[in-house]
């Protein structure tokens, strides 16, 4: 094994230490929460610090990955292979994708069931409330994942947790709890994290944003991310597409002066990435020493996504011509590369959740839109991702920027849109945000030529839950299709 450098050791202690907490208490979480929580367990710091470690297990072994990879596949750019084939042609899921929902439905519920007990059970005192905080950051994340893919969810909480019968609740329910966890988040959490990986409240205020742009909340979402973007985040400088790939998404990043909230991994057994193992191509040799990965959620070079978009645009060198099989058009993501992997569960690269990109843009299409007017500072905003993304200097005028005069609000919103497209590829982010502007339909035409039947909008309830929960209807209370 080659000598790990200094920033990997740095992040392998922080994750090591996670992997023996979570050890330690997940097992007794799971066996006996209240015993745990009332006799041994909640006592002091340092102990309610090791249960909110645990909060991360699901989210970071793997949920997250394949959840990511499946959202993609869902989106106008980008088509899923083998298993994942049915997501790309949006007439509902078969049973093979019910499967891979429902774990991400326990998944969740998993992830929120350990924010409660950090929430029921942490002790009062200053010195805990960040904690709290942090695991209802955790738990309206979780539910904000939730809500937007299966609707209405059964809200467990720290006051519910022990019931084992609740009905889903409606959506503005949903979010009105996501909304109470985010702002005691943003009030609580620290401006710095103690630990990178950790969230602050500029990840909170971040999440909260991105929430008020969904719920069409415009001012709220662009008073939330202006505050993000008045701290001290900056967009990293880049001049080729390997720049891309180390220095913002490298496997020896600790942190980065864009990163906002990510997921933390190292290059260690089963301390790795696995988004690295969907994503890559065995050819290129850049994931793993001898060359590994499933190819399992592309690109294809005829889409009209890829046709229209600028040659000179670094992220779109991000795209290698791969065929695989499905001809010499087929597109394979470089976006995240780790050489020296061990193998498909040692990646080392971080997983972004939100980035500086994130807040300018959102920034940029919620102040438009609470305005009704395009503000040189919203392009501003937009222009900041534009540049970089060609090479030049974030924060000065280049011959790529875009002239607010030539915008109204709607081709504006349009030009952010397209932006994102390029910008957040292998990060989840667009099927969410086609269905968030109602134009799926649109924009699945045109890149795919596709038409998305209403079934395939919302995921259905899984098994696991409707054959446990006595208060939901199999059939009554089933998303429409399933």
Not at 258 to 285: C, M, V
Not at 425 to 449: D, H, S
Request: proline content about 4%; some cysteine; overall charge negative.
């Amino acid at each position: 094994m080659k000598k790990l450098n200094r920033h990997i050791k740095t992040r392998l202690f922080y994750i090591l230490g996670l992997g023996l907490l979570f050890t330690a208490c997940e097992k007794s979480l799971i066996e006996a929460p209240k015993q745990i929580a009332v006799e041994n367990f909640y006592t002091t710091p340092s102990e309610v610090e090791a249960a909110v470690n645990a909060i991360y297990t699901p989210l970071r072994n793997g949920l997250m990955s394949n959840y990511i990879a499946t959202l993609e596949c869902q989106s106008d750019w980008m088509y899923g292979r083998g298993s994942w084939t049915p997501l790309s042609n949006f007439q509902g899921l078969d049973d093979a994708n019910i499967t891979r929902v429902e774990g991400f439905w326990n998944n969740f519920y998993l992830t929120i069931r350990n924010a409660n007990l950090v929430v029921l059970n942490s002790p009062a005192g200053e010195e805990y409330e960040s904690l709290v905080a942090e695991a209802k950051f955790l738990r309206a994340f979780s539910y904000f994942q939730l809500v937007r893919n299966w609707g209405g969810v059964p809200l467990r909480t720290e006051g519910t947790m022990t019931e084992k019968d609740l009905p889903r609740s409606t959506e503005e329910e949903v979010y009105r709890l996501i909304e109470e966890d985010l702002n005691v988040a943003a009030d609580m959490l620290p401006e710095n994290a103690s630990v990178s990986g950790r969230p602050t409240k500029w990840a909170a205020k971040t999440l909260l944003s991105d929430v008020y742009l969904q719920l069409e909340q415009y001012a709220k979402a662009a008073e939330q991310s202006q505050q993000v973007m008045q701290n001290s985040f900056s967009l990293v400088s880049v001049s080729t597409k390997e720049d891309f790939q180390y220095k913002i998404f490298g496997p020896d990043i600790v942190s980065s002066s864009e990163e906002i909230f990510a997921l933390k991994y190292a290059r260690l057994p089963d301390q790795g990435n696995y988004i690295l193992w969907i994503a890559n191509h065995p050819s290129t040799k850049l994931f793993t020493t001898d060359g590994t990965g499933a190819y399992a959620v592309h690109g294809d070079a005829t889409n009209a996504n890829y046709l229209e978009w600028n040659d000179q645009d670094l992220r779109k060198q991000l795209w290698d011509k791969i065929n695989f099989g499905l001809g010499p058009n087929t597109l394979v993501s470089s976006k995240y590369i780790d050489p020296d992997a061990l193998d498909r569960g040692t990646a080392g690269n971080d997983l972004p959740i939100y980035r500086l990109s994130d807040v300018l843009l959102i920034y940029a299409e919620a102040s438009s839109r609470a305005n009704n007017a395009v503000s040189s500072e919203s392009m501003e905003a937009l222009n900041k991702v534009h540049r970089r993304a060609y090479g030049f200097a974030a924060e000065a005028t280049s011959p790529v920027d875009f002239d607010v005069a030539d915008y109204t609000v709607d081709t504006f919103i349009d030009l952010i849109v397209k932006e994102r497209g390029y910008e957040f590829i292998y990060e989840g982010k667009r099927w969410l945000e086609l269905k968030r502007i109602g134009e799926v339909n649109e924009y699945i035409a045109y890149g795919k030529g596709k038409t998305v039947i209403e079934k395939h909008l919302l995921w259905p309830i899984p098994l696991s839950e409707t054959n446990y929960n006595n208060a939901i209807d199999p059939v009554a209370d089933q998303n429409s299709g399933y």
